[in-house]
C-alpha cells in the first residue's frame, strides 16, 4: 500500500514537471521563432523577411494586388521580391511576440492586422505597433479579438493611429476601464468606425 502511494506521488511530479518543461518548451521555441534577423531583412527585403516572420509564428499574409492568403511557410512565392508586399496580415492564434515586431518597421502597405487569440500580444506591442511610422500612415483596419495581456494602456495607445477607418475590440478581459478608454479613442480618432464587444 505505502509503495502504490509513493508511486502515485512520483508519477503526479513527474506529469506536472512534464506540463511545465513541455510550457517552457515552447515558449522557448515561440521566442525562437520570434528572434529577428537584420541581415535577412537586408537580403530579402523587409516584406519577404516579415512574411517568414509571420508565417513561422502560424500568422497569414496577404499580398497587395493578390486574392489568395498566403499560410504556408513552405509555400511562399518566389520570383521578384519587389512584387510582395504585404497589404494584410491575420495574426490569430499566433505566436507572434514584442521580440518580432521590427519586422513590421520598413512595411510600407499594410492596411489591415487582425490579433486575435494572441497570447504573446501585450500593452508593449500596440504601444511598439503604434511608434511604426510606416503603419501610422498606412493601416486602416485593426481587430484586438480575446488577447488577454491587453489593457487599457495598449488600447489607449492606439490614439496614434490617425489613418485607421475600422476599429474592432472584443473579448479583452484586462481593459477595465472601457467607457473612459473608448471615450478617449472616440475623440483621438474622429474619422474611425470604432466597435466594441468587451
Known amino acids: 500500500m505505502l509503495v502504490l502511494k509513493t508511486m502515485t506521488s512520483f508519477m503526479a511530479v513527474q506529469c506536472v514537471r512534464s506540463r511545465v518543461c513541455h510550457r517552457n518548451f515552447w515558449g522557448w521555441l515561440n521566442a525562437v521563432f520570434n528572434k ?108 484586438i479579438i480575446s488577447c488577454g495581456n491587453v489593457t487599457d494602456r495598449g488600447i489607449l495607445s492606439l490614439h496614434l493611429l490617425k489613418n485607421l477607418r475600422y476599429l474592432f475590440l472584443s473579448d479583452l478581459p484586462g481593459v477595465e476601464e472601457k467607457e473612459k478608454t473608448l471615450q478617449i479613442l472616440i475623440r483621438a480618432l474622429p474619422n474611425c468606425e470604432i466597435k466594441v464587444d468587451l
Not at 521580391?81 to 491575420?90: A, G, P, T, V, Y
Not at 503604434?130 to 498606412?138: A, E, F, G, V
Request: glycine share 4%; proline share 3%.
Open 36 to 143: 529577428v534577423d537584420y541581415d535577412r531583412i537586408k537580403d530579402v527585403g523587409p516584406d519577404r523577411a516579415a512574411s517568414e516572420w509571420l508565417l513561422r509564428c502560424g500568422a497569414s499574409v496577404r499580398y497587395k494586388g493578390f486574392d489568395k492568403w498566403q499560410k504556408d511557410y513552405n509555400h511562399l512565392p518566389t520570383g521578384p521580391l519587389e512584387k510582395f508586399k504585404i497589404e494584410r496580415i491575420d495574426a490569430t492564434e499566433s505566436c507572434i511576440m514584442f521580440k518580432g515586431f521590427d519586422y513590421l518597421d520598413y512595411l510600407e502597405h499594410v492596411e489591415e492586422i487582425k490579433f486575435q487569440r494572441c497570447i504573446y500580444i501585450q500593452d508593449e506591442c500596440l504601444e511598439r505597433l503604434c511608434r511604426i511610422q510606416n503603419l501610422q500612415k498606412s493601416l486602416q483596419w485593426l481587430e
